[in-house]
């Protein structure tokens, strides 16, 4: 296995690869380098042919707490903009076709809130801290924070979180909708989570990587467009060999034997 020194690897159940954010004296504040170790780890994970679901985490005192603000303070403009600063944290998003799971306890300030935003599945503890207190800075959400809350709270939520900085709970994380669970504890946190990773790398990967394709879709498309690309979708998994096994497996009352094909 790769050795990192900002982030931590590992398979805690079949088929399901953990990373856990590891920068502790900096509550897992997310540096450029973390950045680029995470990046690895999931494309790694990606190709990985026994990983099938992706499970990302951070401590029970912090999953982020941002960006790295001591990093920032002075850069500029043109350097920003000239080296697309903050771009290659989207890769999560655009290059990882396995679905990922944030767990997330403590605080999930800024870019850390967004990154969690950013996975398929959002898990937490009910006290855990999200908030975009950029505004607090001087600046404002630069990975996607006020795009991605708008769309998972309304407008008015996002702006009032976006403009005083105001945090959230865990609890109201998933109130919200944010969440789509929130749990009494880490453990309970830990436990759920790995169980949801377990229960999707049972299923077809064809199948699985089609339902995180299609659903994500959903946050850039219309309704139309997104309704008829899933349509597509659909049709075309009538050309897997588990769209086949899984029908077969249920008429004769079987457990089906995924092929990934
Ligand atoms: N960047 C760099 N270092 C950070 C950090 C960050 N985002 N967050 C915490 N740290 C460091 C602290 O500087 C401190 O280091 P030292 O021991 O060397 O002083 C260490 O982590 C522990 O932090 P605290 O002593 O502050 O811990 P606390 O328990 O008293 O407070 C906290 C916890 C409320 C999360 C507080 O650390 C905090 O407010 N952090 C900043 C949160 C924030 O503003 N995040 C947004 C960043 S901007 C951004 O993310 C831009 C974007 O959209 C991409």
């Given at each position: 296995p790769a050795s990192y020194e900002f982030i931590e690897t590992s398979e805690p159940r079949p088929g399901v690869g953990q990373i856990t954010l590891n920068r502790p004296k900096a509550l897992n504040a997310?540096?450029?380098p973390l950045i680029t170790e995470l990046n690895t780890a999931l494309l790694s994970f990606d190709r990985s042919p026994t990983i099938r679901t992706i499970l990302l985490t951070g401590s029970q005192k912090a999953f982020a707490a941002g960006a790295d603000i001591k990093e920032m303070a002075p850069l500029t403009f043109s350097e920003a903009y000239t080296t697309s600063f903050i771009e290659s944290w989207s890769s999560l998003t655009t290059a990882i076709k396995?679905?990922?799971i944030a767990?997330?306890?403590?605080?999930?300030?800024g870019g850390g809130c967004e990154l969690a935003l950013m996975c398929d599945i959002l898990y937490c503890t009910e006290t855990a801290n999200f908030g975009q207190p950029e505004i607090k800075l001087g600046t404002i959400p630069g990975a996607g924070g006020s795009q991605r809350l708008s769309r998972a709270v309304g407008k008015s939520r996002a702006m009032e979180l976006v403009l005083t900085g105001k945090g959230f709970s865990g609890r109201e994380a998933y109130e919200w909708g944010v969440a789509a669970r929130c749990f009494g504890s880490w453990e309970e946190l830990m436990e759920g989570s790995l169980k949801t990773a377990e229960t999707i790398?049972?299923?077809s990967k064809v199948a699985v990587m089609a339902g995180k394709e299609v659903v994500n879709k959903s946050q850039d498309l219309g309704i139309r467009d997104g309704v008829e690309f899933e349509r597509r979708v659909f049709h075309s998994l009538f050309g897997s060999?588990?769209?086949k096994i899984g029908m077969k497996a249920f008429a004769e009352k079987k457990k089906a034997e995924w092929t990934d094909k």
């Open positions: 997310l540096s450029t396995k679905p990922i767990a997330v306890s403590g605080h999930a300030l790398a049972g299923y060999e588990d769209q």
